[in-house]
């Protein structure tokens, strides 16, 4: 499990993709492992599917980093199954997804400078290869 941002100057390492995807999903509010499969799919257009050995193994990972934490707030019961647990993001979750969504966004931005990414790609359509 990377390690979380610190006031150090080393940036934390890259999270896991599984791990981005979580934080990402909780990050608009408390979720159901389910619940949080759907939005990643979501989220991602369908690009990531993750399955519940993926799901569960990073959350047990991420409970215990402190990046999340089970939830005590419960829906109505008519409304929901009382054996879901949900989940929620952490203060020091929501830092560390931040700061991996910058090293992204620092990435994109070089992506798009070097022409891999926009309108202006490096190679278009009916160039030959």
């Known amino acids: 499990m990377p390690r979380p941002p610190d006031a150090g100057t080393n940036p934390p ?50 409970l215990a ?12 019961p008519e409304l929901d199954d009382e054996r879901r647990r949900y989940y929620r993001i952490t203060e020091l979750g929501r830092r560390t997804v931040v700061a991996e969504a910058e090293r992204l966004s620092l990435l994109v931005r070089e992506a798009r400078q070097r022409r891999l990414l926009g309108p202006d790609r490096g190679v278009q359509l009916g160039d030959a290869g």
């Open 13 to 62: 390492p890259p999270l896991t993709p599984a791990t981005f995807h979580i934080l990402l999903a909780l990050a608009a509010g408390e979720l159901h492992g389910y619940a949080i499969m759907r939005e990643v799919a979501i989220l991602s257009d369908g690009r990531v599917s993750m399955g519940p050995g993926t799901l569960y193994g990073s959350i047990k990972e991420m």
């Open 65 to 76: 980093a402190g990046l999340i934490e089970e939830s005590d707030q419960r829906p109505d």
